[in-house]
Structures are given as structure tokens and as C-alpha cells.
């Protein structure tokens, strides 16, 4: 039956295309609740669990200077697991529940930081690749459909790309150092390349949510489009560095303007989404560890919040 | 700002030949103290209890590293070798570090955490408030920034002590044992070395009294709040000042220095 009335649904999808933006309190179909949830959460244990790979080098950093720099990040990076967490809240979900489904595995986190971060070089790749990659997958978020989480990520692109650099500046330090610091960057390098493009997820012909997500403003650009983007952003990069990027197919592509580069090893790919990283039962252990002994923290301040509250409102009836 | 060592201030009186080299060895171990607490805060990083609370700890071992690298910098100057803020603090062994016991002392639970740390805030703050205006023209620009800072440090760890004991009868444990296992290291704070001795004749320094009477004014504050028994006649525990550590501080210069050491004399 044809009506002029638009549906919620379509006055919704309207909206979207004229690119306004969905607050929490508009109406909003289910799927695209569950979707943003499932998105945010996982974006927040990201930051949470990415605190671990490089807080493996915090009491290791070679200067004190780098010591402040990589610590101030590691920081950075809990306030942005913040904002994410209240942008989910919005979203009728509450922390604790996110940290449960973190916990008990059913939420996941991204795979990069499964990875072991085994020489300093890895805290320059860590910056100027895996940082370098998340910032091509959220500058687009900036501009998302969902308000919130919108805003929570200009603020958290504008601390990625001061990361980014001081990425890039500890790997151009050991570029310019000595034969063994050029060594270590290479390594690092080596090692990093190929998890980071895994960043970007599956290819596009096997991302079923790609579609919708587009459809809804909540992603921007493809998989695919987004790992030829960074690949192009790269090269000259680590070409400048002196550094070879570890890809024997890798050649550039005048007719496309972009480097044609090799098939990433998909059966590593998911092999580490599902578990069998080097580091899945390390991070998510440093987790549950975590929580489980600050349980008396958390029960303890909320006792005495308690009983503060109680002898005020005592203190009050008397007056 | 440039120091001459020969000259170290112009409102010190009572400066012998030997202030300088007094001077410098005790920046140096205000230098060590910031730098072994801010080290031992940071391995938190990504461990702590409360979101927010492992964002408070970063931030004090931010705070403490930025103070120890202008110790660092302005000891460096004051001896005039050209050693940097790093072979300071990364090419100087364990019996070298000059740092009180109390801050080498392991992370152990949150409430022994938050105990180091009160104890540390207690001294360090009433510290500051006199070095401030004291007569080392550079030792006073860095208390006066420090300073700022470690009234944010005092007032987050009082009300921790204050949250830990009188909230549940778990937490009253914990910190009860952190008081046993970590009260016997304030009394090093206070207790001058015959460095900290020298520069309080020469009018460097203020009396420690004053600072333990104010101390001991707000532990027991905090205490009364915190319903916890004001520790009494605890046998003091000394040393680090004089370079005579505790076996802890080996192990954390071990992973501290790790990468100067393996590979010397490189820029990072």
C-alpha cells in the first residue's frame, strides 16, 4: 500500500543521505544500534588492549626524552578508549558490559595488536604504520553518520597524527644512526608491513558488512580502496627512509597512479582474528587481570562514596 | 639560564668551596627520585584498576618524569662536564643512584602503590613550597612549576588513602599492610644526608623539621579521615640517599638502562 508518509525508516536513510547527523536521541533502526555498538566497542578495546604493545617499551625507552614521549602517548591512547566508551554509552550500552563481552572474548579487538612489539624500531613502526593505517580508517569517521562517536574521533585524529610522527621520527632517527639501528628499523619493518595492511580487513569481495555500512554513513570508503590508499601513502615513506618494504610484487602502476603491491597472507589474517595470534591470550589475559584486581579498587571506592553520602545526608537531617 | 658551579647563587651567605659539588649531588637526587617513581608509575600503564585512575597514574609519572629531566638538565650544568640529562640518568650504576629507598619499592597492590605515593606526596609537596622560594635561583623556577603539580599528586593520593580505608573491610586490609611494609621508608625522607646537612648550613636547604611538622600535620589529617591508625615508633629504614639500596633497584636500572648499555654512545 502506497503512502506519501515516509516510514521512520526512510525518513532515517533521508537523513543520512543529506548527510545530517543521527543523535541519541533520534529514532534509528535496530541493526544500525547494533552495528555502531559492536563498531565503537570494538574501536574502544582497541585503544584499551593497544596500550599493551607498546607499554612493553615504556620502561625500556633508550632517553628520557622518548621515555615521556611514548608514555604520553600510551596515555593518549586510555583517553581515547574513554571518549569511545562514552560515545557507546549513548548508545544504551553501559562500560561494564562492553568490558564483559571484551573479556569474555565476544567483542573483539583489533587483530595488529596481537602482534609482539619486540625491538624499540617497534615503537617507530607502531607509530608511523599502525597508527599511519588508523588514521586513514578514521579521518572518514570524522564525518560519520552517528554525532558522538563524529565527535569523539576529530579529537582522536588529532592525537593519531602527532603519533604518527613520532613514529616516523624514531624510525628516521635509527635510519640515520648507527649500521645496527638501521638493522633494527629494517626488522621492524619487515615485520609490521603486512599485519598493518591487514588492518583494513578483509578484501572487499569477502566484507559482507562493507554494503550496508557504506550505505548507512558509518564507513566511507571500501577495504580494499582504503590498503591502496595506504600503500601509496607509504612507499615513497619508507623509501625516503632508505627501508624496503618487504613485498617482492610491489611495483608501481602509471596507468592507475597507485603501486600494485602482493596478495596479503589471508590465512594468517584469520588465523589471528580468530585467536591464534602470538599475543591474543597474553593481551586478553593482561585484561581480565587487570579488571579482576581492581575489583576491590572499584568496590572499595563505591563503599566509601556510600557512606560519605550517608553521613551527609545525616549530617543534613540533623541540621 | 646558565649556572656557573663556581657561582652558584648570589643570595646563598654561608656557600663554602664545596657547595657547587653539594649542589650538584643533591639535584642529582632529587633528579634519581623523580625519575625511580615516575618509572616505578609507569609500569601501570595499561595494568591499572579504573580506566581513569591508570590515566591518573601516567599522568603523575608524566609529571615526575618532566621534573626529574630539569634536575637532570640543571645538575648537568651545575657540574659542567658535558654529560647529558641521559648519561646521568642512564650511564650511572645502582650504587650511584642517590635516590630514598621508599621510591625504588615494587608496585605490589594498588593500595601499596597509593601508600608510596602519599608518603612521597607528603614530603615531596611541603618540599617544593620551600624550595620555591629558597635561594638557588634555578632550583626555585623548577619547585615553583613542580610544584603546582604536586598539589594535584597530594590531594589524588590523599583521597585514595582516605577511599581505600574507610571503604570496604578488603580494601582497610591492603592498605593496613602497605602501611606495615612501607612506613618504615618515610623516615628517609627527612632524615638529611650529610649532603642535604652541608647545603642546610650553607642556607640552601630549609630545616627538615618544619617540613616533618607539617608532614606529620596532614598524615594525620588523612588519616583521621581514612579511620587508620597514625603509625608510631616504626624503626626507619636509610640508605638510598648515600647510594646503599635496596636489592629492587638493580633489577629496575637493569631495564631502565637496558638500551644505552647494549648499544653505547648512540642517539635515539
Known amino acids: 500500500m502506497e503512502t506519501l508518509e515516509l516510514t521512520q525508516e526512510e525518513q532515517f536513510q533521508a537523513r543520512i543521505d543529506a548527510d545530517m547527523r543521527i543523535e541519541p536521541k533520534d529514532w534509528m533502526p535496530d541493526a544500525y544500534r547494533k552495528t555502531l555498538i559492536r563498531q ?210 610491489l611495483k608501481w602502476n602509471e596507468a592507475k597512479q597507485g603501486y600494485d603491491f602482493g596478495d596479503v597472507d589471508w590465512e594468517e589474517f584469520w588465523n589471528v582474528v580468530k585467536g591464534n595470534g602470538m599475543c591474543n591470550k ?35 537531617a540533623a541540621a | 639560564m646558565m649556572t656557573d658551579p663556581t657561582m652558584p647563587s648570589q643570595a646563598a651567605a654561608a656557600s663554602s668551596p664545596e657547595t657547587p659539588t653539594q649542589l650538584f649531588h643533591y639535584v642529582l637526587q632529587l633528579a634519581d627520585t623523580s625519575l625511580i617513581l615516575a618509572h616505578r608509575l609507569s609500569e601501570w600503564c595499561g595494568h591499572g584498576p579504573i580506566l581513569e585512575q ?99 599528586h597530594i590531594k589524588w593520593s590523599s583521597e585514595w588513602v582516605i577511599r581505600l580505608g574507610d571503604g570496604t573491610e578488603e580494601s582497610r586490609r591492603r592498605v593496613e599492610k602497605a602501611i606495615e611494609n612501607l612506613w618504615r621508608y618515610a623516615g628517609e625522607l627527612t632524615t638529611p644526608s650529610a649532603t642535604e646537612k652541608a647545603l642546610q648550613a650553607a642556607g640552601f636547604l630549609p630545616d627538615y623539621v618544619a617540613i616533618q611538622q607539617q608532614i606529620d600535620a596532614h598524615v594525620v589529617r588523612v588519616f583521621e579521615e581514612a579511620t587508620l591508625p597514625v603509625p608510631q615508633g616504626v624503626f626507619m629504614q636509610k640508605g638510598g640517599k648515600d647510594g646503599r639500596h635496596s636489592e629492587h633497584l638493580g633489577y629496575l636500572l637493569a631495564e631502565l638502562q637496558y638500551l644505552q648499555r647494549t648499544y653505547p654512545g648512540l642517539q635515539w
Request: hydrophobic content about 40%.
Open chain 1, 40 to 249: 565503537i566497542s570494538q574501536h574502544a578495546h582497541s585503544e584499551l588492549v593497544g596500550m599493551l604493545p607498546e607499554g612493553n617499551w615504556i620502561t625500556r625507552a633508550p632517553s628520557l626524552k622518548r621515555k615521556s614521549i611514548l608514555l604520553a602517548k600510551v596515555q593518549d591512547e586510555a583517553g581515547h578508549g574513554l571518549y569511545l566508551y562514552s560515545a557507546a554509552e549513548t548508545l544504551g550500552t553501559s562500560r561494564d558490559q562492553m568490558l564483559a563481552d571484551l573479556h569474555s572474548g565476544k567483542a573483539k579487538y583489533s587483530s595488529i595488536f596481537n602482534y609482539p612489539t619486540l625491538s624499540w624500531a617497534d615503537m617507530g613502526c607502531v607509530g608511523w604504520l599502525v597508527d599511519g593505517a588508523a588514521i586513514l580508517n578514521q579521518v572518514p569517521l570524522c564525518r560519520t553518520s552517528y554525532g558522538p562517536y563524529a565527535r569523539a574521533m576529530v579529537r582522536v585524529c588529532k592525537e593519531e597524527s602527532f603519533h604518527q610522527r613520532q613514529g616516523f621520527e624514531i624510525m628516521q632517527t635509527l635510519c640515520e644512526g648507527s649500521p645496527e639501528q638501521k638493522a633494527m628499523a629494517q626488522e621492524g619493518l619487515n615485520r609490521w608491513w603486512w599485519p598493518t595492511l591487514m588492518m583494513f580487513g578483509p578484501k572487499d569481495s569477502e566484507s559482507p558488512n562493507t554494503a550496508q555500512s557504506m550505505n548507512w554513513r558509518i564507513k566511507r570508503f571500501t577495504n580494499d580502496e582504503l590498503r591502496q590508499k595506504f600503500v601509496d601513502m607509504m612507499v615513497p615513506q619508507a623509501e625516503f627512509l632508505g627501508l624496503t618494504v618487504p613485498d617482492p610484487n
Open chain 1, 282 to 316: 597474553e593481551r586478553l589475559q593482561a585484561r581480565v587481570q587487570a579488571h579482576e584486581e581492581g575489583a576491590w579498587v572499584r568496590e572499595a571506592a563505591l563503599a566509601h562514596a556510600e557512606k560519605r553520602q550517608q553521613r551527609e545526608a545525616a549530617k543534613a
Open chain 2, 54 to 152: 591508570d590515566l591518573a597514574m601516567a599522568n603523575i609519572a608524566l609529571d615526575l618524569l618532566g621534573e626529574a629531566r630539569s634536575y637532570y638538565q640543571y645538575a648537568a650544568e651545575l657540574e659542567g662536564k658535558g654529560r647529558t640529562e641521559d648519561d646521568l640518568a642512564y650511564l650511572r650504576s645502582a650504587v650511584e643512584y642517590r635516590n630514598p629507598l621508599l621510591v625504588e619499592q615494587p608496585n605490589g597492590d594498588f593500595a601499596s602503590t597509593i601508600l608510596r605515593q602519599f608518603i612521597y606526596d607528603a614530603f615531596h609537596y611541603h618540599l617544593l613550597l620551600q624550595l620555591k622560594s629558597g635561594p638557588d635561583a634555578q632550583l626555585a623556577a623548577i619547585a615553583e612549576k613542580s610544584v603546582k603539580e604536586a598539589a594535584y
